[in-house]
């Protein structure tokens, strides 16, 4: 079946620092990549997606490469900020006909002044 | 309102007890998901709906919990006879769509703690 295996955490950086959060997954098929974000406090936002090979998904200064040859998504950053801190999750949704979607299990960021 | 709405966001219980959640999706959507997230993972697939139609069921869903969704609107999870291991945050999740594609939108979620 699908699987997302992703750094674990927690990962720590001060402000201004490049962040890179790694993410491999195992899918059949061609799915979908998107990594989402949970604020402290907030539900899961979609900070990201790719849905083909060598796509780029990018928002907010983030981005990530869809990897096939890799099975890869990692998620970089060149900048972090304190309002950056939070847990990230990167995930995949097959193409079998509904958008069900494996999550990895999150990697939490925090960024010090 | 555009967005997924679940109530209640915490709910506290004895073991035992019945617990239900509601959750309002995007209006426009066919479509409902409810996930769960324990502390330090990622969220599980529970269960998916098609309008009215519950359409796979995970196998994390045991006999005590059944979901359902009346006229293809809004959906409820109860989960009977409650134990500690359901503690979670129980989401709710519609398709909408970003830069063209198809994604799940997420609910703020409801929180059960089973004492």
């Known amino acids: 079946g699908n699987s997302v295996t992703q750094m674990e955490g927690p990962v720590t950086l001060s402000e201004e620092a490049f962040l890179t959060i790694n993410c491999t997954y195992t899918?059949?098929?061609?799915?979908?990549l998107f990594w989402y974000v949970q604020y402290p406090g907030e539900g899961l936002q979609l900070l990201l997606k790719?849905?083909?090979?060598?796509d780029k998904g990018s928002n907010k200064g983030f981005e990530a490469t869809y990897r096939k040859e890799t099975t890869s998504f990692h998620l970089e950053k060149g900048s972090v900020q304190v309002s950056d801190s939070a847990v990230y999750f990167c995930?995949?949704?097959?193409?079998?006909?509904?958008?069900?979607?494996?999550f990895g299990t999150g990697t939490k960021l925090q960024v010090i002044p | 309102d555009t967005g997924v709405s679940q109530n209640p966001r915490h709910k506290i219980t004895k073991r035992g007890q019945n617990v239900t959640f509601r959750c309002d999706p995007i209006?426009?959507?066919?479509?409902l998901y409810w996930y769960r997230q324990t502390l330090g993972q990622g969220p599980e697939f529970l269960t998916y709906?098609?309008?009215?139609?519950?359409?796979?069921k995970s196998r994390l869903l045991s006999d005590r919990f059944s979901a359902e969704r009346p006229k293809g609107s809004f959906s409820t999870l109860e989960i009977q006879r409650t134990e500690q291991g359901d503690s979670a945050m129980y989401l709710c999740?519609?398709?909408?769509?970003?830069?063209?594609?198809?994604?799940?939108?997420f609910g703020a979620g409801s929180r059960l703690t089973v004492l």
């Open positions: 790719a849905t083909k090979a060598d």
């Open positions: 899918a059949t098929g061609y799915p979908s």
């Open positions: 999740a519609s398709p909408t769509s970003f830069s063209g594609a198809n994604v799940l939108t």
């Open positions: 209006s426009e959507h066919n479509r």
């Open positions: 709906f098609q309008n009215e139609a519950q359409l796979e």
């Open positions: 995930a995949l949704s097959d193409h079998g006909g509904y958008q069900k979607v494996t």
